[in-house]
T-cell receptor, first 114, second 112 residues
């Protein structure tokens, strides 16, 4: 079973539209971390945000915001007023303490059309 | 600002050949990781290390070996290359568990 599920494989939006990327995770641990990474066409992986399992406070950083809900095991990511530079593959990831395992979702490819 | 450095960037191997992918970090991070990324897929953890002399298997360790003799270096060894190992390999490091991982630029490996 997938530990991290990103059901949206590809999303296309027109510039300036808002877009939400979904992430659902599965873990039996009470302590864990969740992450979002961005992989632009150039291929590098860029860290965006980290959230620990005890902090359900939603966060806004510029045009980015994250909605963490333990009750639904979801950690969704919203880009407001999307820009062409936001075009990338976005990965959600889960880090569990036992065995220091780190699980990535399969990614959502976002294309922002000018 | 070197961060995590991977060499080589590209490599083509023949089936059955062996090679070592190099990874070095200059951030004094304790934790280091090796991932592979297949087309259209997320990253899968191959091996990780929590410090010099300590390594452990990730989700997909078969066909690979690692060593960690120093804090800085974490090489990944392919002993008998197989076409199924064609992938992009990423090395990463972090200060400790739960901290963000810093990634290298990746090594694109093709096995023919």
């Amino acid at each position: 079973a997938q530990k991290v599920t990103q059901a949206q494989t590809e999303i296309s939006v027109v510039e300036k539209e808002d877009v939400t990327l979904d992430c659902v995770y599965e873990t039996r641990d009470t302590t864990y971390y969740l992450f979002w990474y961005k992989q632009p066409p150039s291929g590098e992986l860029v860290f965006l945000i980290r959230r620990n399992s005890f902090d359900e406070q939603n966060e806004i950083s510029g045009r980015y915001s994250w909605n963490f809900q333990k009750s639904t095991s979801s950690f969704n990511f919203t880009i407001t007023a999307s820009q062409v530079v936001d075009s990338a593959v976005y990965f959600c990831a889960l880090s569990e303490p036992f065995g220091n395992q780190f699980y990535f979702g399969t990614g959502t490819s976002l294309t922002v059309i000018p | 600002n070197a961060g995590v450095t991977q060499t080589p960037k590209f490599r083509i191997l023949k089936i059955g050949q062996s090679m070592t992918l190099q990874c070095t970090q200059d951030m004094n991070h304790n934790y280091m990781y090796w991932y592979r990324q297949d087309p259209g897929m997320g990253l899968k953890l191959i091996y990780y290390s929590v410090g010099a002399g300590i390594t452990d298997k990730g989700e997909v360790p078969n066909g690979y070996n690692v060593s960690r003799s120093t804090t800085e270096d974490f090489p990944l060894r392919l002993e008998l290359a197989a076409p199924s190992q064609t992938s992009v390999y990423f090395c990463a490091s972090s200060y400790s568990w739960g901290q963000p991982q810093h990634f290298g630029d990746g090594t694109r490996l093709s096995i023919l």
